[in-house]
């Protein structure tokens, strides 16, 4: 079997490429990885406005996406070590009163399971395993564990569950244990204000508020692994999570929990001859600042584009100057997201006086500083980056 693209992994990240590959008319083939991923987890994403304008132009029904609440104000705030007064800091955009939308993992991927299934030249490949490739000549050849092979000219690996195919890359790899796991919390209730997300950092570890519907949220806490807090009852959390949001949230009901490990990963090249990264395999990063998948999705974004404009001149799809302009295009905005975040959770999780006081002064600062600010919530809302493509 020939391809034009195949992806080894089937997150969210690989059916948004294949679906945007897919309506370019391109031929594709998804290889799952075998890992399980509930349908049912209460992982959310705080997608950036420029996030929900790209993908709104991939589902053939986007006002299910606009459907869930608009954010148009984050607020974040530091509490003093030594419990007197918390600094705050407010983020809006002015112009679109629009920060982006927090969704559900699981309304995302059925999104997208949703488009893959209407679209043709598309083949999904179940209970499978790569284990080796083969990209030093003009096609990629995938050798699987049950002796079949197939044929692409770009092989896309999204999963990082295959340490085999790992060893395959040419690439080498940034990580990091933060120690730490992430309480993930679906709740019934709202925010003092409609349509504000609410982050606290504190001595605990960073808890953030995100709302998606009128009275559906989640509470995502990033504690270390030996704190109680992992091993608390349903009950006694709930009454925490009530105490430590009290200035921000109406009391809020846990529905259910989930604990997920954090870990760091950052890759230090997107390709290695005609393999290409995309999702958590190229940054795994602190959920601190919510950029993970958009960071996937400027990568999406980005390379499709180059393939598209090298294809239109006559290049082949897996020419090396579309890789290596992937590679450079996406090196600045990935690192710094990566290991600002890897940074921002050091500093504003410490216990340390002197520290806690320069954090401090330097978000009472900010606060003030509406030009930063600015620049901040460009950044991270992403539209100029997609408005620039």
Same mark, same amino acid.
């Given at each position: ?111 997208? !399971?949703? *488009?893959?299934? /209407? %679209? =043709?030249?598309?083949?999904?490949? @179940? ?5 080796? $490739? ?121 529905? !259910?929990? *989930?604990?997920? /490990? %954090? =870990?760091?990963?950052?890759?230090? @090249? ?5 393999? $290409? ?113």
């Amino acid at each position: 079997m020939d391809f034009d693209f195949v992806f080894y992994g089937a997150g969210i990240s690989a059916k948004i490429a294949a679906v945007s590959l897919l309506k370019e008319g391109f031929k594709v083939c998804i290889i799952q990885d075998k890992k399980k991923f509930s349908k049912n987890s209460n992982l959310v994403t705080f997608l950036s406005e420029g996030s929900i304008n790209y993908l709104t132009t991939l589902i053939s029904n986007p006002a299910n996406i606009k459907t869930y609440t608009t954010i148009q104000k984050l607020n974040c705030s530091l509490a003093n070590s030594t419990g007197s007064k918390e600094e705050f800091i407010e983020f809006t955009d002015n112009k679109s009163n629009s920060l982006g939308k927090i969704i559900p993992n699981n309304i995302l991927e059925s999104m997208f !399971d949703e *488009e893959l299934s /209407k %679209l =043709k030249n598309i083949t999904i490949i @179940k209970d499978e395993t790569p284990i080796k $490739i083969n990209d030093a000549s003009m096609n990629v050849e995938i050798f699987m564990e049950s002796k079949n092979s197939i044929r692409a000219k770009v092989f896309i690996l999204s999963s990082s569950n295959n340490d085999e195919m790992n060893k395959n890359l040419n690439i080498k790899f940034v990580s990091h244990d933060f120690n730490q796991i992430a309480l993930s919390v679906r709740v019934i209730g709202q925010g003092q204000s409609e349509g504000c997300a609410y982050q606290k950092f504190s001595s605990d570890g960073p808890i953030a508020f995100l709302p998606y519907e009128k009275n559906e949220a989640s509470v995502v806490w990033s504690v270390r692994d030996d704190s109680p807090l992992v091993s608390m009852n349903k009950s006694d959390l709930e009454k925490t999570i009530n105490k430590k949001l009290k200035n921000f949230c109406r009391p809020l009901e846990i529905v !259910d929990i *989930e604990k997920h /490990k %954090l =870990k760091f990963s950052f890759s230090r @090249k997107l390709y290695s001859n005609k393999t $290409i990264l995309i999702g958590n395999i190229a940054h795994n990063i602190h959920p601190i600042a919510g950029q993970g998948l958009n960071l996937s999705i400027k990568d999406i974004s980005l390379f499709v584009k180059l393939v598209k404009n090298y294809k239109s001149i006559g290049y082949e799809i897996n020419s090396s100057l579309i890789f290596e302009d992937y590679d450079v295009e996406r090196k600045v905005d990935n690192t710094v997201y990566s290991f600002g975040t890897l940074a921002l959770e050091e500093i504003l999780s410490t216990q340390n006086k002197l520290v806690n006081a320069v954090s401090r002064k330097g978000i009472s600062y900010l606060q003030k500083n509406n030009f930063m600010k600015k620049l901040f919530v460009g950044s991270a809302t992403g539209k100029k980056y997609f408005n620039s493509l």
